[in-house]
């Protein structure tokens, strides 16, 4: 598999915004208790440039949509359906409108040459646990190398200043020294500092961040996303910040994705997430955290039920069992299609639309 | 050093700690020789009221957590006394209690732990998790004791029926609430919470934190409530401690130590907390360097090298905690001279 894959077809269209579309994407994990559907038709364009939102709680899939797209998922999933287009820009010469190939990354072999030259160099992913993600028996300049020397035909020495100046730039302090260091040496906020170097070190046009700040103590956690938006505006990358933390994506993101048990349930700019929220799902979030700064003492609303388990399959929208404003004889047997209510904003719920899932 | 928190013990308070110290050796080398300490508590000061709720924040390493164990002589402080307002025996210094005078107090004083998966044995039944502390201490048995754990499973919201189940069949926030029916078996008075909800998912986190509201009012307990999670802090909390390498920094009533902080670490806390309101982004305040080493902790205030407000005198004089305002103390030189921001309100 090479010269056919992803049959690249050049446009100059659509592009210029969007730089991954993901159209129904299903991945499954076959295990030994059956199969868990932990992605159920997930549709959402990556605009380019900016920084993307995926909330959500464990499990409802925003990690998969990540590895999905980085096609780095274990041997036990699947993606019967679905397509992931990259509208990947050709980096070649002087900057000037490039033609644009598209990419259709799940016809990619995932250990096939394509998606290993893709994969770090284009897309880029920094994982949330630091101390497990770095390997602590190579030095983090060894670490941050290895990606240079495999994507930009380098030597080891020019390997080394790239990094020096990586970590300079993610605010390592003494990066000469850093280089030198094994990741148990580093503390924590360090380490994702080290992490993100690498991310970066490739000038990746899409950096998926899984969680990347929710191991650290909040003033660290307030210097890695500061650093992360600089950089973001510095380099015009395009991030998609994967987290739970509301208040994280208030202060990082321009648009969010909310995602429940492997769907979409809304997605929208920031601000009408926050100030004009449509899916129940989404008012709930909001209304089960404290937000701090609220001098009055308001009682926390809670979402009743739990987050059912991966293995059964709940008939109609997946939310409808801890819904608020559920509706029998609607919400329990069909799936709601995502529906526009406005410019840019869609959600998937019975409220807006009858409209059904095909 | 005159010290301005002891001057509150009264009838009021329930638990009263005074400059507690717990150090842990560390050990290195071939023969495992001592080659320093650990100062993970250095002398704490604090005390809580009855029924109130007292948050105690810090960062990681802080040495909350140490804190929380250490008052209930979960581990044996190495300095420095822990006051107890016990219902029968009235004040009892916790730190001089043996083992058996310590299992008379213990019924009063109970824990939560952070992580409801390791913290209930896999291979003992809901039942005889819940059922532990009423045999222990002969408090019920045969069908009084089973009506009495059905009673504790009810008040926390689980069904009694599942008093035969083992908690791999709970989810991560039923499993809190396991160990919330335990903590609650004996009716005690303090409950130390740590990071009770940390682990749990967003709307999880709000089930427990009004169950927790809940209870502090049907049993009227009172809680210390050891979490790094400031949101929640400012929610649960009456008044909050500040912690930072095994001291306190800052300690007042919840409002006034988020809106009006008085200590430096505490101002860089508050603008570092991620408001869920995208029109508030908010830089920053850049503290340089690493938290301090509890091992070689530097001289003077213990914050001055990341500190912005430093002077000569922090780096080489050890602030004293005074009282800045009513029943707010602040252990920093310039406490009531800096002009601080605190966290920028929403409403």
Redesign the interface.
């Given at each position: 598999m090479s010269e056919t894959i992803g049959s690249p077809t050049t446009t100059t269209t659509t592009s210029a915004e969007i730089i991954l579309r993901i159209k129904d994407l299903h991945t499954y994990f076959y295990t030994d208790i059956g199969i868990s559907k932990a992605l159920n038709g997930v549709t959402f364009d990556i605009p380019s440039r900016k920084v993307l939102g995926i909330v959500g709680?464990?499990g409802c899939g925003k990690s998969v949509t990540a590895l999905s797209c980085m096609r780095l998922l274990p041997r036990s999933a699947k993606i019967p359906k679905g397509e992931i287009t990259f509208f990947r820009h050709k980096k070649n010469g002087n900057g000037s409108a490039a033609p644009v190939e598209e990419v259709d990354l799940l016809k990619l072999d995932t250990m096939g040459q394509e998606i290993r030259s893709i994969r770090g160099a284009e897309l880029a992913m920094i994982f949330q646990e630091p101390m497990s993600s770095l390997n602590p028996s190579y030095t983090i300049g060894d670490q941050i190398g290895e990606a240079i020397i495999l994507h930009q035909n380098v030597d080891k020495a020019e390997a080394e200043n790239r990094t020096i100046k990586i970590l300079d730039q993610v605010g390592m302090?003494n990066p000469k020294a850093m280089v030198k260091r094994f990741p148990h040496e580093l503390?924590?906020?360090?380490r994702q500092r080290a992490m993100i170097a690498m991310g970066l070190s490739c000038n990746p046009s899409v950096l998926f961040a899984d969680e990347p700040t929710t191991a650290l103590?909040?003033?660290?956690?307030?210097?890695i996303?500061?650093l992360m938006r600089d950089l973001q505006a510095q380099l015009g990358m395009t991030i998609v910040f994967i987290t739970?933390?509301?208040?994280?994506?208030?202060?990082m993101c321009d648009s969010v994705a909310v995602m429940y048990l492997g769907r979409i349930v809304e997605q929208a700019s920031?601000?009408p997430i926050?100030y004009n929220p449509k899916h129940p799902y989404t008012k709930?979030?909001?209304n089960?955290?404290?937000?701090?700064?609220?001098?009055?003492?308001k009682?926390?609303?809670?979402?009743r039920g739990?987050?059912p388990d991966p293995y059964s399959s709940i008939k109609g929208c997946p939310f409808h069992p801890r819904c608020n404003s559920f509706m029998p004889g609607k919400c329990d047997v069909n799936v709601p299609a995502t529906v526009t209510v406005d410019n840019g904003h869609t959600v998937r719920c019975f409220l807006y639309s009858d409209e059904v899932e095909q | 050093m005159i010290d301005p928190v002891i001057a509150q013990s009264g009838d009021d308070v329930l638990l009263e700690v005074k400059d507690l110290k717990k150090y842990f050796p560390v050990r290195g080398g071939f023969i495992k020789k001592g080659v320093g300490t650990v100062k993970a508590v250095d002398g704490l000061n604090l005390f809580v009221k009855k029924g109130e709720t007292l948050g105690l924040v810090g960062e990681s390493g802080c040495g909350k957590t140490t804190a929380g164990r250490t008052i209930m002589r979960l581990m044996e402080p190495t300095g420095g006394t822990i006051r107890f307002n016990d219902p029968k025996q009235g004040w009892v210094n916790l730190e001089k209690m043996n083992r058996q005078q310590m299992r008379a107090i213990r019924p009063n004083m109970q824990i939560i732990f952070q992580d409801p998966f390791s913290s209930l044995d896999p291979r003992m039944t809901v039942f005889r998790i819940v059922s532990e502390p009423l045999v222990i201490n002969k408090v019920a048995s045969g069908q009084e004791l089973n009506d009495r754990v059905a009673e504790l499973l009810r008040v926390v919201g689980l069904r009694p029926e599942y008093m035969s189940r083992y908690p791999h069949a709970f989810s991560g926030g039923q499993r809190q609430r396991i160990g919330i029916a335990r903590a609650l078996a004996l009716n005690p008075k303090l409950i130390v919470c740590d990071e009770p909800v940390s682990a749990l998912d967003v709307s999880i986190q709000a089930q427990v934190i009004n169950l927790l509201e809940d209870l502090q009012h049907d049993f009227k307990l009172t809680y210390l409530f050891v979490a790094h999670d400031l949101s929640v802090v400012e929610h649960i909390s009456n008044r909050v401690a500040v912690m930072y390498v095994g001291r306190l920094v800052e300690l007042a009533k919840t409002d006034d130590l988020y809106y009006t902080p008085q200590h430096p670490y505490t101002e860089a806390l508050m603008a570092a907390v991620p408001k869920p309101d995208p029109h508030m982004r908010d830089r920053p305040i850049k503290l340089p360097g690493e938290v301090a080493s509890a091992i070689k902790p530097p001289s003077g205030c213990y914050f001055h090298p990341r500190c912005r407000y430093a002077k000569d005198i922090c780096s080489t004089e050890d602030p004293p905690l005074k009282m800045v305002r009513p029943e707010h103390w602040s252990a920093c030189h310039f406490a009531g001279e800096l002009n601080l921001r605190g966290i920028v309100p929403t409403n």
């Open positions: 709680e464990s302090s503390s924590g906020g360090m103590d909040v003033t660290t956690e307030a210097q996303l500061d739970h933390n509301l208040g994280v994506v208030a202060q920031i601000e926050f709930a979030l909001l089960s955290i404290p937000h701090a700064g609220s001098r009055e003492h009682r926390l609303l809670p979402i739990v987050v | -």
